[in-house]
Nanobody, 125 residues
């Protein structure tokens, strides 16, 4: 089972990036999928999550109104659209999956048990 994250890069403040997470080896269509990040010298923190229906979304306060998470079941893929990026968004972003199916709320970091390798997002001022 693998979660492959991609789409990171260097962008100026105010710019946009779209992160992708593709799952292979098994389907996570019935489980929460999310994005967490770890900035320099910081602990890993929750960014966004989407439940198995694709309709219940959860966001950390610091990204509300700027980031959007979505899932595409046919491709077993989750996206994170990041707009109005700030230097403090600089971090390694990890795609993660819950191994418990049909969970309604996806905003708790502890539920994510399967992790991808991370993709680096750097926002310059």
């Amino acid at each position: 089972v693998q979660l492959q994250a991609s789409g990171g890069g260097l962008v100026q403040a105010g710019g946009s990036l779209r992160l992708f997470c593709a799952a292979s080896g098994r389907s996570f269509t019935s489980a929460c999928m999310g994005w967490l990040r770890q900035g320099p010298g910081k602990e890993r923190e929750f960014v966004a999550g989407v439940n198995w229906t694709g309709r219940k979304l959860a966001y950390a306060e610091f990204v509300k109104g700027r980031f959007t998470i979505a899932r595409e079941e046919a491709k077993n893929t989750v996206y994170l659209q990041m707009n109005s990026l700030k230097p403090e968004d600089t971090a390694v972003y990890y795609c993660a999956a819950d191994l418990t199916i049909y969970r309604s709320d996806c905003q708790y970091p502890s539920i994510y048990e399967r992790w991808g390798q991370g993709t680096l997002v750097t926002v310059s001022s």
